[in-house]
């Protein structure tokens, strides 16, 4: 079974051929991140504008890389939310339109759950059951996964999410767009133990987080210094930023494994590519003797790979394939609204 992955949800374009025998074929991602960084951020219809020039593009590259003809797909699995509505539109639409020529069935897909089964790609993939820490986006949330459509939430996020932590406090340090990735990276430069930040509800007794907080200490700290910022400054607020961040997540997903007894942790979304996060939960699992799995980097952040792999996944698990030709996008989608035997 040869399944087709669109994915563009926000401000990554991507297309892959998963095969269910022999697994990921090829994939083809553009970025947007260097059109929108002269905003200082995602302008939502200049996505949509990029999505639309991309599409066949890199559909014609996986194809070119894969070997195959289009007339070799069964279905085409596209991300139907959450995510931007007019981003949506463009993949949903491209591939009905597709599917429709072509004569296959579609399979909408959920945004977080391609995330939260991405690890799946790997040589050497976890299991189920499983907790999952998926920290993508604007979502953090700790879940037990039992099998496809089969997910528990644990606990989630109650204000901002550690990806949203990053980037508003990465402009608060004065870093370009997108300042995550750049605050982790001076993150390494700092030294440990120059300021101490609050560590929120780590002893809340529960699986929820909140960082809000937390970004309003960065800015405190910020309004205390004196004007511009030093280099050094910069590196070590920012490695005290993560050290906090990072401790809150590996200790609620060590406390998601003792509740749900269970051996295996997922680490999935962008956040997952944190060296320093990957670095303590790979100590801790050592120390604990539970196992540790994570996606390969390439595919922490938006890709089709992990929609047509959650497309195919889906499939194999008794969700129907629909019709080509209608279609509808939901940016606003909880994952626990979905279930197995397709989406609601």
Same mark, same amino acid.
Request: with cysteine; charged share 20%; hydrophobic share 45%.
């Given at each position: 079974?040869?399944? *087709?992955?669109? @994915?563009?949800?926000? !401000?990554?374009? #991507?297309? +892959?051929?998963?095969? %269910?025998?022999?697994? $990921? ?127 528990? *939430?644990?606990? @989630?996020?109650?204000? !901002?999410?550690? #990806?949203? +932590?990053?980037?508003? %406090?990465?402009?608060? $340090? ?171």
């Amino acid at each position: 079974m040869l399944i *087709l992955g669109v @994915e563009s949800s926000c !401000d990554e374009t #991507g297309i +892959a051929l998963y095969d %269910s025998e022999a697994g $990921l074929l090829s994939h083809a991602l553009h970025s947007q991140v260097a059109m929108h960084a002269e905003y200082g951020g995602v302008v939502p219809e200049l996505a949509s504008r990029d999505h639309i020039r991309r599409v066949v593009p890199l559909l014609r590259e996986a194809m070119a890389r894969a070997g195959r003809r289009l007339g070799d797909v069964d279905a085409i699995a596209y991300t139907r939310g959450p995510g931007l509505s007019g981003a949506l539109l463009v993949g949903c639409a491209f591939a009905e339109a597709l599917a429709l020529a072509l004569g296959k069935p579609t399979i909408p897909v959920h945004h977080l759950e391609g995330h939260l089964l991405s690890p799946l790609l790997s040589a050497n993939p976890p299991t189920f059951p499983f907790v999952a820490l998926l920290v993508s986006g604007g979502h953090t949330q700790l879940m037990r996964v039992s099998a496809v459509g089969e997910y528990e *939430l644990l606990g @989630e996020t109650l204000d !901002d999410a550690a #990806g949203e +932590a990053f980037d508003k %406090s990465a402009k608060l $340090l004065g870093l370009p767009y997108p300042g995550g990735a750049l605050l982790s990276k001076l993150a390494e430069q700092g030294r440990s133990g120059v300021y101490e930040l609050p560590r929120p509800m780590q002893h809340s007794g529960d699986l929820n987080f909140s960082f809000s907080g937390l970004k309003t200490a960065v800015l405190t700290l910020v309004r205390e210094q004196h004007e511009p910022l030093s280099e050094a400054f910069k590196a070590d607020a920012a490695r005290a930023f993560q050290e906090a961040i990072v401790e809150v997540l590996v200790k609620k997903s060590l406390k998601a494994l003792k509740q749900t007894g269970l051996k295996q942790l997922v680490v999935a979304g962008g956040v997952g590519a944190n060296r320093q996060l990957r670095a303590m939960l790979d100590d801790e699992a050592r120390r604990k003797r539970f196992r540790v799995y994570y996606p390969e980097l390439e595919f922490c952040t938006d890709n089709g790979a992990m929609i047509a792999l959650a497309g195919c996944l889906r499939l194999q698990a008794g969700t129907p394939a629909k019709p080509a030709g209608s279609f509808a996008v939901q940016p606003r989608w909880p994952l626990m609204d979905i279930s197995v035997s397709g989406t609601q």
